[in-house]
């Protein structure tokens, strides 16, 4: 099976612009995580998407929002990018398993963004 | 809120070395534990998990790891490392919310020939 895929995987932007990432999970796979990156702060969980519905949310302001589609394929958008917005974005994907037994996630390469 | 700490940030080692790292949590309930490695250029990939059952974990490259509930803890072991090993490990933790993993800082391992 293909693993997870992301695009872009670099990116570059300036302050006040909005970006949009995607990721593509493994097939059959109905569950997307996204994860933050960076240095100071670590990974941090963003949000998790499942059958198109945002199950769970992490501590990130409004301007941090997602979406998934009917093909289990996900977007995050960042609007009014900030400096400290600049980081590598992960996504996971995990078959979305109840709530009782956890799934286990599986990562892509991530997408580096850059803001200037 | 749920934590995981990661003691050692920085490890360096000879080849043929015994590695362990040590891995505690906050929660007390219910737990999923894993541990993650981030070869150099690579994306994280999974070394191994822990759902129930048997507390000594095994998982790929020889690596194991053991939950001892009492403590806390889940820390990664291998006997003997080797240059390969070179990498970032991440102890993450599920409690509650689905999939939402809660990492560690992570720990820089380099392993010199």
């Known amino acids: 099976k293909a693993g997870v895929t992301q695009t872009p995987r670099y990116l570059i932007k300036t302050r006040g612009q909005q970006v949009t990432l995607s990721c593509s999970p493994i097939?059959?796979?109905?569950?997307v995580s996204w994860y933050q990156q960076t240095p100071g702060q670590g990974l941090q969980f963003l949000f998790e998407?499942?059958?198109?519905?945002?199950?769970n949310k992490g501590n990130f302001p409004g301007r941090f929002s997602g979406r998934q589609f009917s093909n289990s394929r996900s977007e995050m958008n960042v609007s009014t990018l900030e400096l400290g917005d600049s980081a590598l974005y992960l996504c996971?994907?995990?078959?979305?398993?109840?709530?009782?037994?956890?799934?286990?996630?599986?990562f892509g390469p991530g997408t580096r963004l850059t803001v200037l | 809120a749920q934590s995981v700490s990661q003691h050692n940030h920085h490890v360096i080692l000879s080849e043929a070395a015994s590695l362990e790292l040590g891995c505690n949590y906050s929660?007390?309930?219910?737990?999923?534990l894993f541990w993650y490695v981030q070869y150099p250029g690579q994306h994280l990939q999974l070394l191994l998990k822990?759902?129930?059952?048997?507390?000594l974990v095994k998982g790929i490259k020889g690596f194991e790891a053991e939950f001892i509930k009492s403590k806390f803890s889940f820390n990664l072991r291998k006997p003997s490392v080797q240059w390969s090993d070179t990498a970032e490990y991440f102890c993450?933790?599920?409690?509650?919310?689905?999939?939402?993993?809660?990492f560690g800082a992570g720990t820089r391992l380099a392993v010199h020939p």
């Open positions: 996971a994907s995990s078959q979305g398993l109840a709530r009782a037994t956890a799934d286990t996630q599986y």
């Open positions: 097939s059959g796979h109905r569950s």
């Open positions: 998407y499942f059958s198109e519905t945002q199950r």
């Open positions: 929660y007390g309930g219910t737990v999923n």
């Open positions: 822990y759902f129930s059952g048997d507390p």
């Open positions: 993450a933790v599920v409690s509650g919310g689905y999939n939402k993993l809660i």
